[in-house]
């Protein structure tokens, strides 16, 4: 077997080359016009000097372009580096610099912002849009305007690295993550065989492609088992995009799950809250639906029951992160599906739970989750002391902290990193924040450890009400004492009108310590 994702894809192609790959819009992409395309734009690449090595960012927001740039340059053998759309121009600098770009995929919205870049960074760099290029730019358009050429062979080391991505956690600069041809290929294959992924499914994407959980569960899982891959368009104004809370988007997102007939929704958080909320003027036909999976963050039980009393589909964990894509996924039967468990670890994939020492602990016994998968990096690029740190007898300690049930499934229960150590003593946040989203006026909570000058670490708490003015400070307090040892009770609560969280709706706990 070649361990390549694009070898996968254009097997797809041969046996299914009329079947529809993408649907975007009032676009219908069949895997043919996909492979076409992918081939054009290759040469385009290479024609502007992308070579074996090369990195090639793709600053473009969810759209077919991302994908058939995605193709194009690990034919290429060249390395994908996915960036945030939303990112600013600061933030894209790292990013660029860091990876050494050759060139920038773009569009005419972040244009000026690569242009901007391109002149204050000392190692230039091409940037392509794929809608209106200015003089300054390669138009992507130009790909499709010259010859064929000569097909790629594609001959390209499993071995070799097929992209860059950056995984920050909760705390810490941003760390890239270099994951080979192999390991992608590895990822596929355990996913697809756990979850019987098929091209009969319809893969619905509504998370960000730049992402791991976008990537592999909606990009790679579509494309290399022949599936349709739906993705949800933007909004514009005016031809230029505009960001949307999500919840105005529900109506259109219910459309598509019944006009498309779609199957397998991977989805956040706060995406399935939304979804359960939603006002419409009908209630929602989702009969097609046989999967729902959250990723990304923690799922609250809330959330998992609202979805539930909804829609009577309960949602599924996915466990992953980005060091090795998709890890585990809660696969029980209906009847014992439950919201903590992140299920069973995906086909060729050995989690263990161990100890400070490394040693394996037994059932219900909380320690550090650590992952030995043929989907998982080598280690982070130029950061040597940090991969000795943890990457240890072959295996990934990933920091989270879990336990295994007396049937194998995993259960995710924290960080070990965010464990708050106060006057000596261990607490963790996620014992705190269940207590407080327990009371009938939180909306939201984060507790995280705040270091007193002269004092230590102490348990602060960021509530979000549920109406101004809803609880107090003193409330918060007294209803801690109730249920709480008092070195767990917060010495600090601080009140806000939101929590700030990432694009997947992942906690930024550094930004509330």
């Known amino acids: 077997m070649n ?25 219908r992409i ?3 016009q996909l ?32 994908v058939v740039c995605f193709y194009a340059l690990t034919k290429l053998g060249a390395v994908v580096l996915p960036i945030n759309h939303l990112f600013q121009e600061k ?22 912002l690569c242009q901007s870049l391109a002149e204050k960074i000392d190692k230039p ?56 041809h192999a390991q992608l290929r590895a990822e596929v294959d355990a996913l697809g065989s756990s979850m019987g992924i098929s091209a009969d499914d319809n893969i619905l994407c509504l998370v960000p492609l730049y992402h791991a959980h976008g990537l592999g569960n909606c990009l790679l899982a579509a494309t290399c088992n022949g599936a349709t891959l739906v993705i949800l368009e933007p909004v514009t104004e005016n031809s230029v995009p505009i960001e949307t809370p999500f919840m105005f988007r529900c109506a259109r997102v219910f459309e598509l799950i019944d006009i498309e007939k779609i199957s397998i929704l991977p989805a956040v958080p706060y995406i399935l ?12 036909n989702i009969s097609s639906l046989k999967l729902c999976f959250s990723a990304g963050n923690f799922l609250e039980q809330s959330v998992f029951d609202a979805f539930f009393a909804r829609f009577k589909l309960p949602v599924r964990q996915l466990y992953g992160c980005t060091e090795a894509g998709a890890l585990s996924i809660n696969m029980d039967g209906p009847e014992r599906a439950t919201w903590d468990s992140v299920g069973k670890p995906l086909h060729g994939i050995f989690i263990h739970v161990v100890d400070d020492d490394m040693q394996p602990l037994g059932v219900d016994e909380v320690g550090e989750i650590v992952i030995d998968s043929p989907t998982l990096t080598n280690g982070y690029s130029n950061m040597p002391e940090l991969n000795e740190e943890v990457f240890k007898q072959g295996v990934y300690l990933t920091g989270d902290l879990g336990r295994f049930d007396l049937d194998g499934r995993l259960y995710v229960t924290g960080r070990k990193k965010m464990l708050i150590d106060t006057g000596g003593r261990k607490v963790d946040p996620v014992e705190i924040e269940d207590v407080l989203m327990k009371h009938p006026a939180i909306n939201e909570v984060v507790v995280v450890g705040s270091n007193i000058e002269n004092v230590g670490e102490i348990v602060k708490a960021v509530i979000v009400a549920k109406t101004p003015n ?25 009140f806000r009108e939101s929590i700030p969280k990432s694009p997947l709706g992942k906690v930024l706990r550094k930004a509330l310590i």
Do not use: W
């Open 273 to 284: 809250k939304a979804m359960s909320a939603a006002v419409l003027s009908n209630e929602p």
């Open 3 to 27: 361990q390549n994702v694009v070898n996968l894809f254009e097997s797809i192609v041969r046996r299914s080359p009329e079947k529809t790959a993408i649907v975007f819009g009032e676009r």
């Open 125 to 180: 760099f091409d940037i392509v849009c794929i809608d209106e290029a200015s003089n300054t730019c390669v138009a992507y358009s130009s790909f499709f305007e010259k010859e064929a050429g000569q097909e790629n062979s594609n001959s390209v080391d499993p071995n070799a690295t097929a992209i860059f991505m950056y995984s920050s956690g909760s705390t810490g600069r941003p760390k890239c993550v270099p994951r080979t």
């Open 470 to 494: 809803a609880i107090s400070e003193k409330d918060v307090m007294s209803y801690c004492m109730e249920h709480l040892t008092d070195y767990k009770v917060p010495k600090v609560v601080e």
């Open 30 to 32: 069949s895997y043919r």
């Open 91 to 112: 933030e894209v600098s790292h990013y660029i610099q860091d990876s050494g770009v050759k060139c920038v995929v773009t569009d005419s919205y972040r244009q000026t």
């Open 35 to 66: 492979a076409e395309d992918v081939e054009q734009v290759a040469n385009g690449f290479a024609s502007m000097g992308i070579k074996h090595g090369d990195c090639v960012a793709l600053f473009v927001p969810n759209s077919p372009e991302f």
